[in-house]
């Protein structure tokens, strides 16, 4: 519960001071039943009189373009149409920058030249719904992010991590959290080195609510980018169990016994193993299926290549595993269209079998599962012999009850919530360039 936010909508609507005071009081006791009411009063009264006085402030600095379109609403982080607009507003508020894979690819991680190598760098966030499972959620943002150094053709280094709880939260949490990074990371020989650790905003945020990241860097001789995609490659892909989303769908979803099957490093090894063979030079691209599932990273890929992706959908489903695809299966959800967390790599077809058998020394399967071909950034999806489009959807596959309830919610106006998107990030990109002006002339 944000008692500043409720603060604010409470001023908002235009009541008085110290009637929102009284409301905001009865809020904290429902979430402190063990303070006095005087405290919470007094709590209450100075949550009053900060929003005032914050309110009252006023500055290119201090205030910001709306966009009038709620995170929820545009399905921001949820892996679908709406999220994937929103990450191309970044490339224009940053700008041009001299890294060898920058934001504007939209690759897993972003690369730069140093000393002869490629320093490899990138973040995950943990998995919204596993705040109660801190373990889970510290294990699966752990191996999210090594991913992400994986599959630009990167040996992973070092990692850092940062963890924010609630103030009502206990203490434990931030202590499964890294005992699940730290499996991760003793497993796999990469350190933990630094991290941070906050309350969610501070005394304003009550409750028990937990989130976080995992950051990694690597070092890389030859990078395997999305952008070096090319017509005439065809496309593997290995068997995948899922990470926090499957987790998060079977706990609930009443499908415990399935959250063990995604605790596994099977993807971590057979890159190990891709890194170590004489096979890496040759490959092209490597990404995780994970941003909205297959749709959302074909469709990715060939946008960033200017290709043409063709799934083959004979296959595909022999290469989930057979208890994540049977609670799939019995929740109707698109198995397409959710992160399985399987290796894609893209390489040259005379260079598949190498990479496969590389791959399958580690005990992974993998297969072909499509090509690439001349023709505008999209995504095509054979099944039985038809083409279709292969898209991502306005969100990744509705995984758990109430995101099936979310994924009702009509969306007629998306292109409209689109304009207002990107006035908003052009906004953003015209406040730094003011505040970039402003410091060179003093300097």
Known sequence: ?????????????????????????????????????????????????????????????????????????????????GDFFAHRQFPKIIGSTDASVGVDEMDDAGAVEAGGKYIITTVDGMHSRLSDFPFLAGFHVTRA?????????????AMLSDIHVGDDGDVAKIFDYTAGISVVSEAMGIPL???????IGGDMVLGSRMTGCV????????????????????????????????????????????VERTINLSFLRACEALLKSDVLPRIHTMTDVTNG???????EMAETAGCTIVIVEDDLRTLVDPEVLKMLDALEIDYLGVSLDALLVVTRPEDADAVIDVVQSTGVTMKKIGYVTEGPGEAKLITNGEMTDFIPRFRESAYTPVKKVVDTTPHDDFEEMKKRVARAGDAARDKKERVLASLRRTE
């Open 145 to 157: 992010t090594l991913r992400d150094v994986y599959v630009m053709g990167a040996k992973p280094v």
């Open 293 to 299: 599932g297959l749709r959302g990273d074909a469709y």
């Open 193 to 199: 080195v630094t991290g941070s650790t906050l309350r």
């Open 1 to 81: 519960m944000d008692i500043e936010e409720l603060t604010r909508r409470c001023l908002t609507a235009g009541t008085d001071e110290e009637t929102c005071a009284h409301h905001l009081r009865d809020q904290i006791l429902t979430m402190k039943p063990n303070v006095s009411s005087e405290y919470a009063l007094s709590m209450a009264r100075a949550v009053v009189e900060e929003v005032i006085n914050s309110n009252r402030a006023e500055s290119d600095l201090i205030a910001y373009t709306k966009a009038d379109v709620t995170m929820g609403e545009f399905g921001v982080g949820s892996r679908g149409a």
């Open 215 to 258: 950051g990694a860097v690597g070092v890389a001789d030859h990078l395997t980018a999305r952008v070096a995609t090319q017509p005439g490659d065809c496309i593997l892909m290995t068997t995948g169990a899922g990470g926090g989303t499957i987790a998060t769908a079977a706990i609930y979803s009443g499908f415990p016994d399935v």
